[in-house]
């Protein structure tokens, strides 16, 4: 849908799929359809609280019944549902060596975005590496651009620590 409502209607290079939604949201289909667990792991790392933190902050300019609105919310829910499925159904849980390796993924991944942001020009901005995304949001409480990229960098690493952080109670009281 963004490819056709950003890309078609408005300007290709907003209609791209490299958001890290977009990316979850593949990780997430990647799993479901072969099981892979580093698929899983990405998509519950990045997916849940990055779909989380859309669900909660839509970067849309108008909300509901706007197109663009559902569009998100759908998108992100399926995110979440996936990652859900993977746990509940496929009894799917990160280990504390998986939140530094899928970091180190998500990093890897992060220059390549910086990159292709570079190349493509105004106006792509994916991962928001270029400027912060519109309306209120987490990013509201960052540095401006550049810097917020290293105040995201940093919520990324806490984020992740985080949704290990029931897990590593859990291990802790069994012993």
């Known amino acids: 849908m963004d490819l056709y409502r950003e890309g078609y209607m408005d300007v290709w290079k907003l209609g791209l799929p490299l958001h890290l939604c977009d990316f ?3 990780a997430s289909l990647i799993y479901l359809l072969t099981k892979k667990r580093d698929f ?3 998509a519950f790392f990045f997916g849940i609280s990055g ?8 970067d849309t300019v108008y909300g509901f019944p706007y197109v663009g609105y559902i569009q998100s919310q759908a998108g992100h829910t399926a995110i979440l549902m996936g990652v859900s499925y993977g746990i509940i159904i496929d009894n799917q849980r990160p280990y504390f060596r ?3 390796r899928m970091l180190g993924f998500a990093t890897i991944i992060l220059g390549f975005m910086y990159v292709a942001n570079y190349l493509l020009g105004p106006p792509a901005n994916y991962w928001f590496l270029v400027e912060k995304p519109i309306g209120d949001n987490i990013t509201s409480f960052m540095r401006s651009e550049p810097f917020h990229i290293i105040d995201l960098y ?3 690493i806490i984020l992740v620590y985080l949704m290990y952080l ?3 109670l859990k291990d802790r009281s069994r012993q």
């Open 166 to 168: 029931p897990y590593y």
């Open 40 to 42: 899983f792991l990405f």
């Open 51 to 58: 779909a989380g933190i859309a669900i909660l902050t839509p």
């Open 154 to 156: 940093g919520l990324a």
């Open 98 to 100: 998986d939140a530094a």
């Open 24 to 26: 979850t949201s593949f």
